[in-house]
């Protein structure tokens, strides 16, 4: 397929070119700013074009496999349905984070692992609307999982591994006082004593050894799988993940100051962008927006709720006055980045795949209206008050 977009605002990594063009060939972007050419032509009438979002941390697989408890969904079924979702919101590139710590939703346990991975690789095999990869979450408390996870890890396309530790008492968790209001508001009818207890256990729950962790590591680097560390909450941990697990990522450091820390130290640093949605941490951690002002937070996700990936991007553009295309970069560019799938996608450019939106920002809230995986375009809203793009044919 050959064609071209026209009337474009094209935001590129460093700039937005007004009113421009840009032609795909063969799933590539082969021109920008050139002639417009090929068999087809596509009137953006004035909206932006951004590279597609590419979300590295999102459970929210989760929560569509078993939207309630005990109701597990078909999980081909489940992915298909998922990624209609995902396109819609300007996901091109999903990287679906399935946690293996004890208890639980089924997915969480791993009851459900072994359909969902392979049911994730297949997809790229098949007809889909976006790039799917797998993104393993290894809780260090959940020793009886190690001997599945190397299994993971050695026979399945894994692209992202991350140590998280939800134990009380440290990372997103360390405010007892939080986690103590948090237990009472789950089970109102426990005593004090009880709540104490429930803690103490929690906190007394063993962790995976240090050199047990560095194997699991050193096997994942020797994979070529990038490894994250999850909920940093101070510089020594940070020198640890860095220079004995390999990690080139810290997820949702806690503090601005840690936040600092891991990008001085060249680690790629991951907020929510529910985060930036709602003002502040549900966990009363580090604001993501305040970590983007600051320059410490240099990546986005959905985390846990999709549609705020593009929101995000609007809202740091619109409420902070940051630059369009810096506000973009978090969700495309520096995520591709962090994962090293930066040479194929991530951002406009002559070579790379056209994993393209077209955005409306004139509504409110801003809407994608097009949706382009590998030049092919998969999706198109309409919307009352938005004209469709004009799609005319070259004579």
Same mark, same amino acid.
């Given at each position: 397929?050959?064609?071209? *977009?026209?009337?474009?605002?094209?935001? +590129?990594?460093?700039? !937005? =070119?007004?009113?421009? %063009?840009?032609? &795909? #060939?063969?799933?590539?972007?082969?021109?920008?700013?050139?002639?417009?050419?090929?068999?087809?032509? *596509?009137?953006?009438?004035?909206?932006? +074009?951004?590279?597609? !979002? =590419?979300?590295?941390? %999102?459970?929210? &697989? #989760?929560?569509?496999?078993?939207?309630?408890?005990?109701?597990?969904?078909?999980?081909?079924?489940?992915?298909?349905?998922?990624?209609?979702? +995902?396109?819609?919101?300007? =996901?091109?590139?999903?990287?679906?984070?399935?946690?293996?710590?004890?208890?639980?939703?089924?997915?969480?346990?791993?009851?459900?692992?072994?359909?969902?991975?392979?049911?994730?690789?297949? +997809?790229?095999?098949?007809?889909?609307?976006?790039?799917?990869?797998?993104?393993?979450?290894?809780?260090?408390?959940?020793?009886?999982?190690?001997?599945?996870?190397?299994?993971?890890?050695?026979?399945?396309?894994?692209?992202?591994?991350?140590?998280?530790?939800?134990?009380?008492?440290?990372?997103?968790?360390?405010?007892?006082?939080?986690?103590?209001?948090?237990?009472?508001?789950?089970?109102?009818?426990?005593?004090?004593?009880?709540?104490?207890?429930?803690?103490?256990?929690?906190?007394?729950?063993?962790?995976?050894?240090?050199?047990?962790?560095?194997?699991?590591?050193?096997?994942?680097?020797?994979?070529?799988?990038?490894?994250?560390?999850?909920?940093?909450?101070?510089?020594?941990?940070?020198?640890?993940?860095?220079?004995?697990?390999?990690?080139?990522?810290?997820?949702?450091?806690?503090?601005?100051?840690?936040?600092?820390?891991?990008?001085?130290?060249?680690?790629?640093?991951?907020?929510?962008?529910?985060?930036?949605?709602?003002?502040?941490?549900?966990?009363?951690?580090?604001?993501?927006?305040?970590?983007?002002?600051?320059?410490?937070?240099?990546?986005?996700?959905?985390?846990?709720?999709?549609?705020?990936?593009?929101?995000?991007?609007?809202?740091?553009?619109?409420?902070?006055?940051?630059?369009?295309?810096?506000?973009?970069?978090?969700?495309?560019?520096?995520?591709?980045?962090?994962?090293?799938?930066?040479?194929?996608?991530?951002?406009?450019?002559?070579?790379?795949?056209?994993?393209?939106?077209?955005?409306?920002?004139?509504?409110?809230?801003?809407?994608?209206?097009?949706?382009?995986?590998?030049?092919?375009?998969?999706?198109?809203?309409?919307?009352?008050?938005?004209?469709?793009?004009?799609?005319?044919?070259?004579?």
């Amino acid at each position: 397929m050959h064609y071209s *977009i026209v009337n474009a605002n094209i935001v +590129l990594p460093n700039e !937005i =070119i007004k009113d421009a %063009s840009l032609t &795909i #060939e063969n799933g590539c972007i082969t021109d920008i700013c050139g002639s417009a050419r090929g068999d087809t032509f *596509i009137d953006a009438e004035g909206m932006y +074009l951004l590279p597609g !979002i =590419i979300d590295i941390h %999102s459970d929210h &697989i #989760e929560q569509v496999i078993e939207p309630r408890t005990g109701a597990v969904m078909d999980v081909s079924l489940a992915l298909h349905e998922q990624e209609k979702q +995902l396109v819609n919101n300007g =996901i091109t590139s999903m990287y679906h984070s399935l946690s293996l710590w004890r208890g639980g939703t089924k997915a969480a346990r791993g009851e459900v692992f072994p359909e969902l991975i392979e049911s994730i690789t297949n +997809l790229n095999n098949s007809e889909c609307l976006i790039s799917h990869f797998l993104h393993i979450r290894f809780d260090i408390t959940n020793f009886d999982a190690i001997p599945g996870l190397m299994e993971i890890l050695e026979d399945t396309h894994v692209s992202l591994l991350s140590f998280m530790d939800h134990t009380p008492g440290q990372g997103q968790y360390r405010d007892l006082d939080r986690q103590k209001a948090n237990l009472l508001r789950n089970n109102p009818t426990m005593s004090d004593e009880e709540i104490e207890e429930r803690l103490r256990q929690r906190m007394e729950t063993p962790k995976i050894p240090k050199e047990e962790l560095e194997k699991i590591a050193d096997f994942a680097k020797s994979k070529g799988i990038s490894i994250a560390s999850h909920d940093d909450d101070s510089v020594d941990k940070i020198d640890f993940v860095k220079d004995s697990l390999h990690a080139t990522i810290s997820e949702f450091p806690v503090e601005l100051e840690v936040a600092r820390y891991a990008k001085e130290a060249g680690l790629a640093t991951l907020g929510g962008a529910p985060n930036v949605m709602l003002g502040k941490s549900t966990s009363g951690n580090l604001s993501a927006s305040e970590g983007v002002v600051d320059g410490s937070i240099t990546t986005l996700c959905s985390d846990y709720y999709p549609p705020a990936m593009l929101q995000a991007v609007f809202k740091l553009h619109m409420q902070f006055g940051l630059p369009l295309h810096d506000c973009v970069n978090l969700v495309t560019l520096a995520p591709a980045k962090a994962v090293g799938i930066d040479t194929r996608t991530g951002s406009i450019e002559i070579g790379k795949a056209a994993d393209l939106i077209l955005v409306d920002e004139n509504c409110k809230p801003p809407r994608l209206v097009t949706a382009i995986t590998n030049g092919n375009i998969v999706s198109t809203l309409k919307y009352s008050q938005i004209s469709l793009p004009r799609i005319a044919r070259s004579m």
